[in-house]
């Protein structure tokens, strides 16, 4: 089985409703043969937006509604070390990317998930993880 782990944009999109693309492919996932996960780092950022929202209790429940098909997965100590290795890599390079996505990708490719994003310019950079962008038609 496929692991499909959703970036926090990803998410954002389907909760806003903001691409017929994206939300097409994500019922799809839903229906298929497909795992469906996001990082507790995704959840932080996607509460994160909801504290900053006019209507944070409104927005939550869109966005608990959308993660209703998602499995959540906790940080654990082997992500941790492949972060590091990843930050330290990128920086090396002098390519370094935000906190966060360095988390988030970090799991992704210690658990050999397939990362969904409409940011892969920046996820581009980690080499070996496997990046899909659902906007692109």
Not at 47 to 52: H, P, Q, S, Y
């Amino acid at each position: 089985m496929v692991t499909l782990a959703l970036d926090t944009n990803v998410i954002v999109d389907i909760v806003r409703a903001r691409s017929a693309a994206v939300r097409k492919r994500f019922d799809a996932a839903v229906l298929g043969d497909q795992r469906l996960v996001a990082s507790l780092v995704v959840l932080h950022e996607l509460e994160f937006g909801c504290l900053r929202h006019p209507k944070p209790d409104a927005e939550r429940v869109r966005v608990r509604f959308a993660l209703n098909d998602i499995d959540l997965e906790p940080f654990d100590e082997t992500d941790a070390i492949v972060a590091a290795k990843v930050r330290a890599d990128l920086a090396r390079i002098g390519r370094p990317i935000g906190a966060y996505d360095l988390l988030i990708a970090s799991q992704a490719l210690a658990r050999d998930w397939t990362l969904i994003t409409a940011n892969t310019r920046e996820f581009s950079r980690i080499e070996g993880l496997k990046v899909i962008d659902w906007s692109v038609v």
